[in-house]
């Protein structure tokens, strides 16, 4: 065995240990945090935080994870005496790795929003307060114009995009229970997810029946459902005044079905 050869194999291994790439992540969570945080003074529905402190938590144990790997990995090259070879010339740099730039949490929003509303265009940044960003969502939902709908919210921003959920789930709970004529339980959200789906989508086209299941299930307390990656504050923001407005025009007969 070439004992250089393979020493050099493991430090390139333990230098293509994936820190940075955990550190960009926990960046994009903080500032997800932060936004939620300022949101929630707002509105008293659950919007993800314990999600994203179990998040965060569960990267701090990866990184402690990948350290014990570099650290066992540098012991074992001790202790075959290859501790000190020199990696060979395609093996990553040694030393400090260079810290990701800090994420832009407007662009993050900017590039999620055109991904889930399947359009493209940059955003022209607007203070708008909450109410009138929702109001102005429901009219263009309302009109059909899935252009505007996309344009409102990827301009509003994350600061305000996150406390959508905030005014949306309390009407879309009203008008789930208006339209059984009840209070709705979980047995209740394929139905409704049914009605609502096709009017959601051509505003969000990205948003898949699971998703649309699942925010209807948040919206009426009835616990998680739906995939692992339900916690999208831009998805979340942009179904909701979608699913008031597919529940809202329903019909009234449909109603007191």
């Known amino acids: 065995m070439d004992v250089a050869a393979l020493a050099g194999r493991l430090k390139a291994l333990a230098a293509d240990l994936p820190l940075p790439a955990l550190d960009t992540a926990d960046q994009c969570f903080e500032a997800a945090q932060a936004e939620l945080k ?3 003074r707002e509105s008293n529905a659950e919007i993800g935080l314990h999600k994203l402190g179990a998040a965060r938590e569960r990267l701090d144990a990866a990184r402690v994870r990948l350290a014990e790997a570099a650290t066992a990995i540098g012991d074992y090259l001790d202790g075959i005496g290859a501790g000190a070879a020199a990696a060979p010339a395609t093996a990553a740099p040694q030393g400090k790795a260079v810290k990701p730039p800090p994420v832009d949490p407007r662009q993050w929003w900017t590039d999620r929003v055109n991904e889930l509303c399947d359009r493209a265009g940059a955003a022209d940044p607007q203070q708008v307060p909450p109410t ?12 059909g114009n899935a252009e505007a709908y996309c344009k409102r ?6 600061q305000t995009g996150v406390k959508l959920p905030g005014l949306a789930w309390p009407l879309v709970r009203t008008l789930a229970a208006e339209h059984l004529g009840r209070t709705p339980t ?15 989508r051509s505003l969000v086209p990205k948003a898949e029946p699971d998703h649309i299941g699942a925010a209807l299930a948040s919206a009426c307390t009835l616990g998680r459902r739906g995939g692992d990656d339900e ?4 998805r979340t923001a942009a179904m909701g005044p979608a699913l008031v407005a597919a529940l809202h025009r329903l019909s009234k007969s449909e109603r007191r079905a």
């Open 132 to 143: 009138r960003l929702f109001n102005e969502l429901l009219k263009a939902a309302g009109d």
């Open 231 to 234: 916690g999208d504050a831009a």
């Open 38 to 40: 300022e949101a929630s």
């Open 153 to 158: 919210l990827r301009d509003a921003g994350p």
């Open 186 to 200: 979980a047995r209740d959200v394929p139905g409704l997810r049914d009605k609502c789906a096709e009017k959601v």
